[in-house]
């Protein structure tokens, strides 16, 4: 197969796509570690990269994400491309890190996200800027359609244990694991036995388990 400006993982039956956080490109340590691991839990990992990410990549300058509208549309475009070429039958999943699994989650709450899409998995989620408990991200969680499995770090500033669980459930399609220690890019306190690339193969084993077909 052929999947143009992707990073390609695994040779599994299953696929899942997945886009990069807003600060870092789709082969950040984070991101590599996470593919490796989703690999060796018998998946197919594809990475791409929005446009703002491409450009910083070819010239150095950084730049912000741009809107979201825009954002949405490169990764519905990325979606149709690898559905296209898949075909129809093959299961395909959606997901990203932070911002990334943000937009999959937005949409799998597209009316018609099950003809794309057999849900989104989604590490680290923002679900609210740090310390702005007035700014939820979490509107369009209730009209999910298909399943949206978000792996949520403990301590992750954009969204903690205490703080998210006041307001779930958030819809029948979505369910959060929490992984104990665990910042926004699953990093852990010293003091803590389990380290950073366990809770990411972690988070890995409970992603694959949701989407075992």
Known sequence: MNFPEMFVDGD???IVMLAHGAGAPADSPFMN???GALADEG????RFEFPYMR???EDGRKRPPGSQARLMEAFA???EQVRRQIGRD???FIGGKSMGGRLASMLCAEPDAAAWCRGAVCFGY???PPGRLDRWRTEHLSEAVVPVTIL???RDPFGKLDEVSALEPFGPEVKVHWLEGGDHDYRTPKRQGASQQALIRQAAALAAGAMAV
């Open 12 to 14: 599994g039956e299953p």
């Open 33 to 35: 570690q996470l593919a």
């Open 43 to 46: 998946l197919t990992v594809l």
């Open 55 to 57: 450009a910083r990549r």
């Open 77 to 79: 475009g990325q979606l």
């Open 90 to 92: 093959r299961p395909l």
């Open 126 to 128: 923002p679900f609210h």
């Open 152 to 154: 949520q770090g403990t």
